[in-house]
């Protein structure tokens, strides 16, 4: 058994980082976290989120999930809609695999 930890952050220094934006229609950035080293089999991931701002004047809405995970690596979604402002959200990753 391995494990491997990480940080993530998405920011509006990501190009189309569209989460800052408003509005009401739903909007996703997309994170591709590649492991330092990859596994033997796909791991079990866990994330968390430990840093977010946003706009203070409107409520805060998201989504977050790993939409797909390999031996490589994982591709990490937040989504938010309904006028909420996210200038930066963030957090750490754990994977454990062989």
């Known amino acids: 058994m391995r494990v491997q930890t990480g940080i993530w952050n998405a920011d509006k220094t990501i190009s189309n980082y569209s989460l800052a934006a408003g509005g009401e229609l739903e909007r996703y950035v997309t994170l591709q976290i590649t492991f330092p080293k990859p596994f033997n089999t796909k791991p079990e991931i866990q994330f968390s989120i430990t840093r ?3 706009d203070a004047n ?3 809405r998201y989504d977050a ?4 995970s390999y031996k490589g690596g994982f ?9 909420t402002k996210i200038n930066l959200i963030g957090g750490t990753w ?3 695999g062989e």
């Open 75 to 83: 591709t990490l979604e937040i989504k938010t809609w309904g006028g």
């Open 94 to 96: 754990m994977a454990i």
């Open 58 to 60: 409107i409520n805060t």
């Open 65 to 68: 999930k790993i939409v797909s």
């Open 52 to 54: 977010y701002d946003s």
